[in-house]
């Protein structure tokens, strides 16, 4: 993962990015995946996904000023920015079907935000026809016969390419613990 | 029948987790994992979604931070953008019926206005000459005047036609109806002493005549945050008049009924987040006329259609330019 090893790292990003908003573009790399991971895992589709992870770097970059170093990770000051975007979209829809609204999600929940967040970055490292693959198997959720198709590979070599990129991706991650339910509370669409 | 291979394994157990086959049988604990792994993926990010919104959020960061107010000078949230065949005979008209003033016309090679401006009382009209490529869109302008019935007599000299004398009614205003040589419809009033008329309305008030209002309303509602502050509607819900409030500006609407078929208006719409708006249109069933993009004329603007066939230019001022 490129987010910085050390604070005093981190501090100097952020402070590069007050200074100069087009700095901002590298604390966007580091915490991209991050964001994005705790919203996936809470959300019931991936456009909305897509919007509320909009929604909350813009709001970053426009208060940017605002974020004072006490020692609290950016990653932290971010995933507070998502929780109460979520929170808001969450009353509204409520609101609109009458319902009452869920608990706002926390922020600081342990849960594998990073684990996630590590593996999708990771998917970036594989080489092109692997990556390929895993894009078109579980983001575009087509079949095996199609990727074939369109890579002009056999089924049983595309079955290959989908096994070796997982196991490539499986030596960086974590085992996790059984009761872990695979794919974040609500599967994507 | 040999064991199937670890890659075939694999891939019916994926199959059995996406939903799209049959559960397998036990499977062994090296499928398990990587099927796990496999599971998180469904919620990989799109890599395009990543790089749209990083060139988003470059653009955003490169704004000048002395920003410019999101209004372009001397207009409001909602302005009516007249489309017509012949808009110089409708500025003429303007100018001699309410006493328009021209504030900027744009010419194209041809010589057709591109764009023109003009200012009657306190609000601004925009106006462009239609082409194969802009259908003329006429639209309906609520228009407020100190003596309609002076005003009557200069639009139907300007070359108006009338579409009901001015006339006393019961919402407490005395009005009439002109038609332009460009086919929009002037409703144009002076409030009497019960009126319907806010006390903040401007000389222009966009009005939309419109197959069930009331739907139409939830609409503005959703993609534009608009207020309703004003409601008459019969028992049966059939909206008489109702007045909504985006912004600074108010439009007005009503079920479109015998004279006053329905009109869809197009209007420019100054926010302060242009793209953010854009897709809080779509979201709410709008459809794209254009992406949001920024302008050589300093506004950074995108078009929708909404379901009742409005057009709207969701527009934020960026910088000044001058003409």
Redesign the interface.
């Known amino acids: 993962m490129k987010a910085p090893k050390k604070e005093a790292d981190e501090r100097l990003l952020v402070e590069a990015a007050q200074a100069d ?2 700095r ?2 590298d604390l ?2 580091s915490h ?2 991050r964001v ?2 705790f919203i ?2 809470r959300v019931r589709n ?1 456009q909305e ?3 509320l ?3 909350v ?2 709001q970053a ?2 208060n940017l000023r605002r974020f004072e170093w006490r020692g609290v990770p950016f990653a932290a000051w971010l995933l507070r920015i998502a929780a109460n975007a979520m929170a808001d979209r969450w009353q509204q829809v409520a609101r609109e079907q009458g319902d009452p609204p869920p608990e706002p999600p926390d922020a600081a929940a342990a849960e594998d935000i990073e684990g ?1 967040a590590l ?2 970055q990771l ?2 490292t594989l080489a092109p026809d692997q990556r390929r693959v ?2 078109a ?3 575009e ?1 087509k ?2 016969r199609d990727i074939a198709q369109e890579l002009g590979r056999s089924e ?1 070599a595309v ?2 390419l ?2 070796r990129a ?2 490539n ?2 030596v960086h ?1 974590k ?2 613990p059984e009761n ?1 339910a ?3 509370r609500r ?2 669409a | 029948m040999p064991k199937p291979s ?3 394994r ?2 019916q157990a ?1 199959e059995a ?2 939903g ?1 086959g049959p559960a397998p049988g036990s499977a062994d604990v090296q499928v398990q ?15 395009e ?2 790089e749209s ?2 060139a ?3 653009r ?3 704004m000048p ?1 002395t920003t410019v107010n999101f209004i372009r000078e001397g207009f409001h949230t909602l302005t009516p953008y007249l489309v017509v065949k012949g808009a110089p005979a409708v500025l003429e008209f303007a100018r001699q019926a309410f006493g328009a003033q021209e504030i900027l016309r744009v010419k194209r090679p041809d010589g057709n206005i591109m764009h023109a401006e003009f200012r009657v009382g306190d609000s601004m009209i925009e106006i462009g000459e239609a082409n194969d490529q802009f259908a003329p869109i006429p639209c309906a302008i609520h228009l407020k005047v100190e003596d309609v019935d002076a005003v009557y007599e200069r639009a139907l000299q300007a070359g108006g036609t009338s579409l009901y004398p001015p006339t006393d009614q019961e919402y407490g205003e005395r009005d009439c109806g002109v038609k332009d040589p460009g086919g929009n419809h002037w409703y144009i009033g002076t409030p009497l002493s019960e009126t319907h008329f806010l006390p903040d309305q401007r000389s222009v008030t966009p009005c939309l005549h419109v197959a069930d209002a009331a739907r139409c309303i939830d609409f503005l509602k959703r993609a534009f945050a608009a207020e309703e502050v004003m409601r008459h509607q019969t028992p049966d819900g059939i909206v008489h008049h109702a007045k909504m409030r985006i912004g600074d500006s108010l439009l007005e609407l009503g079920e479109a009924h015998e004279p006053f078929p329905a009109l869809p208006l197009n209007l420019h719409l100054y926010v302060p ?1 242009t793209d ?1 708006l854009y ?1 809080q249109a779509l ?1 709410a069933g709008a459809a794209s006329v254009r992406q949001p993009q920024d302008q050589p004329y300093g506004d950074r603007e995108g078009g929708v259609r909404d379901p009742f066939g409005n057009i709207w230019w969701i527009t934020t001022h960026i910088k000044d330019v001058q003409f």
């Open positions: 908003p087009a901002f573009a966007y790399e991209f995946e994005y991971a996936a895992g991936r996904a897509e919007d992870t909009s929604e770097f813009r970059l426009q996630r593996l999708f998917v970036g895993i894009v198997r579980f983001v959720q079949s095996i049983g079955k290959q989908q096994f997982l196991r991706l499986r991650i085992p996790r872990g695979p794919g974040g599967a994507h | 670890l890659a075939e694999l891939d994926i987790m996406l799209s994992e990587l099927v796990r792994i496999a599971a998180e993926l469904r919620a990989l990010p799109r890599r979604f990543k919104l990083k988003d959020l470059q955003r960061a490169q931070t987040d953010a897709r979201a």
